[in-house]
């Protein structure tokens, strides 16, 4: 399962390894960086095989789950050209609509794989205690897991459930969930170090019996529809008519630039080919709302505020429509004059616009 891996090691090659996921993966509730599970496995591989130089990409963002996966495979994996991936979206897929996560996974499975053929994919489950609670205690795996696991199996994709495990371990040890996952979503060092545990005997075991052959992987048909096999991030600072301010300036950290406007009404409009649309935006304190519509169709509103920008901003991406006819398409938005009566103000900041081609 791990050819890939295998042959570049003997071959004392170069390797290049990417943590794609949420929250999880990003290393939320780790002391340091280097105590996630992704910082920890990229130490391990590198002790363990001196010879080898490894290169890493973390492409954890929080709150993203695997759809937003697709939109920025490009720009945040296939970029680094890649022989290993680690895929984690359970826990943000989870009460996601089933249709949206199978494709969502099935594409990006079936993009590493048309651009990088030889490359090893492999998922990492995760779990919150939610899913204990609702599923795993009920002896039931949850959908968002059921579907990971179809993906993988249909693909020939290894699955680690690290999740599980650590709830089965709290179960059957009686043990308080928050002393490995504090707020019952992200581990701490020790709910980290024991996902780190499992990666790692996975590994050991499959780089021991693994044949080293660097081979393509012919694709089976699909599973799904294929809504998202094409998919483009858009730069609006870049594309598009707007009375929106340019912010040459990084977007949390997360991207190179975006546009803003504090001013309701200022407003703006993206031409497109595709059959869906969305945005990634910030949500912040001061975020207000924006009104949008599709083709002169009727204008919607949708909120760049929630309760979490009270405590902090972040890059969080928005899907405005996902069933559009396949074509041309002219997306129109405005700052609404409305905003939450919590927020500071009425900012509407955008990095991209996300494109279903």
């Given at each position: 399962?791990?050819?890939?891996?295998?042959?570049?090691?003997?071959?004392?090659?170069?390797?290049?390894?990417v943590?794609?996921?949420?929250?999880?993966?990003?290393?939320?509730?780790?002391?340091?960086?280097?105590?996630?599970?992704?910082?920890?496995?990229?130490?391990?591989?590198?002790?363990?095989?001196?010879?080898?130089?490894?290169?890493?990409?973390?492409?954890?963002?929080?709150?993203?789950?695997?759809?937003?996966?697709?939109?920025?495979?490009?720009?945040?994996?296939?970029?680094?050209?890649?022989?290993?991936?680690?895929?984690?979206?359970?826990?943000?897929?989870?009460?996601?609509?089933?249709?949206?996560?199978?494709?969502?996974?099935?594409?990006i499975?079936?993009?590493?794989r048309?651009?990088?053929?030889?490359?090893?994919?492999?998922?990492?489950?995760?779990?919150?205690?939610?899913?204990?609670?609702?599923?795993?205690?009920?002896?039931?795996?949850?959908?968002?897991?059921?579907?990971?696991?179809?993906?993988?199996?249909?693909?020939?994709?290894?699955?680690?459930?690290?999740?599980?495990?650590?709830?089965?371990?709290?179960?059957?040890?009686?043990?308080?969930?928050?002393?490995?996952?504090?707020?019952?979503?992200?581990?701490?060092?020790?709910?980290?170090?024991?996902?780190?545990?499992?990666?790692?005997?996975?590994?050991?075991?499959?780089?021991?019996?693994?044949?080293?052959?660097?081979?393509?992987?012919?694709?089976?048909?699909?599973?799904?529809?294929?809504?998202?096999?094409?998919?483009a991030?858009?730069?609006?600072?870049?594309?598009?008519?707007?009375?929106?301010?340019?912010?040459a300036?990084?977007?949390?950290?997360?991207?190179?630039g975006?546009?803003?406007?504090?001013?309701?009404?200022?407003?703006?409009?993206f031409?497109?080919?595709?059959?869906?649309?969305?945005?990634?935006?910030?949500?912040?304190?001061?975020?207000?709302?924006?009104?949008?519509?599709?083709?002169?169709?009727?204008?919607?509103?949708?909120?760049?505020?929630?309760?979490?920008?009270?405590?902090?901003?972040?890059?969080?991406?928005?899907?405005?429509?996902?069933?559009?006819?396949?074509?041309?398409?002219?997306l129109?938005?405005?700052?609404?004059?409305?905003?939450d009566?919590?927020?500071?103000?009425?900012?509407?900041?955008?990095?991209?616009?996300?494109?279903?081609?």
């Amino acid at each position: 399962m791990l050819e890939q891996l295998k042959y570049k090691i003997e071959q004392k090659k170069p390797v290049s390894v990417v943590y794609l996921g949420g929250s999880i993966t990003e290393g939320t509730g780790a002391s340091s960086p280097a105590a996630c599970w992704a910082s920890r496995v990229q130490n391990w591989l590198e002790r363990s095989f001196p010879e080898s130089r490894f290169s890493c990409q973390n492409a954890g963002i929080g709150g993203t789950d695997s759809e937003f996966g697709v939109f920025r495979l490009d720009r945040d994996v296939l970029a680094y050209e890649p022989d290993l991936v680690f895929v984690e979206f359970a826990v943000n897929d989870y009460k996601q609509e089933a249709a949206i996560c199978l494709n969502a996974m099935e594409g990006i499975v079936r993009r590493i794989r048309e651009r990088r053929p030889g490359a090893d994919v492999v998922f990492v489950v995760t779990a919150m205690y939610r899913m204990e609670e609702e599923c795993y205690s009920r002896g039931m795996r949850p959908e968002s897991v059921q579907i990971h696991e179809q993906v993988a199996k249909h693909y020939g994709i290894p699955v680690i459930f690290v999740g599980e495990t650590l709830l089965c371990h709290i179960r059957t040890q009686r043990e308080d969930p928050t002393v490995y996952l504090p707020d019952l979503v992200h581990p701490n060092d020790r709910g980290y170090a024991c996902y780190y545990r499992e990666i790692t005997a996975f590994l050991e075991q499959e780089l021991r019996k693994t044949e080293a052959a660097c081979t393509d992987r012919p694709l089976p048909s699909r599973l799904g529809d294929g809504r998202y096999q094409r998919t483009a991030m858009v730069d609006a600072g870049e594309y598009g008519h707007t009375n929106f301010f340019r912010e040459a300036i990084s977007f949390g950290g997360r991207y190179p630039g975006y546009i803003s406007s504090g001013r309701p009404g200022t407003d703006g409009k993206f031409v497109f080919e595709g059959c869906g649309i969305g945005l990634y935006w910030m949500i912040a304190k001061d975020s207000g709302s924006l009104r949008f519509r599709l083709d002169k169709g009727e204008w919607k509103t949708v909120s760049a505020w929630d309760t979490y920008a009270l405590r902090f901003d972040r890059c969080h991406p928005v899907m405005l429509a996902r069933d559009l006819e396949k074509g041309t398409h002219c997306l129109e938005y405005q700052v609404a004059e409305e905003a939450d009566e919590r927020s500071q103000g009425h900012f509407i900041r955008i990095a991209a616009f996300l494109v279903m081609e």
